[in-house]
């Protein structure tokens, strides 16, 4: 990921894989995306079992999709790492460490952030 403006977005949902204008799935973030690292489809999602202290999804992936996102999160240390699905900029996490195992494990602010997130993830057949 380039950039975010927190601004209202009208950008349509991605449809290629080169740098682009996308927007978070409520149309009130604007993203500049680089090229896209890599596609990765989980082989299940879930919610944590205690969402009342964690507030996390767990992604368990394949061991292809597990290096495909090593790679990726190698190349964006430090940087915002675009999580896209259905053409729409589900989060953009800093990523702070090389994430090379499954499952993985993604933290929000609230519970509801992580239900909405875990739903919008098992909704959808491309990640």
Known sequence: MISSVDSPCTAPSLTADGAATACDQAGTITYELSDVLGVITPESVTLSENQ?????????????????????????????LAIVVDGRVLSAPVVKDVLSSSPLTLMFETASEAEQVAADLMATTTP
Request: hydrophobic residues 25%.
């Open 52 to 80: 009342g202290s964690t507030n996390s999804v767990n992604l368990d992936l394949n061991d292809t999709d597990t290096d495909t996102l090593s790679e990726a999160s190698q190349e964006a240390l430090d940087q915002n």
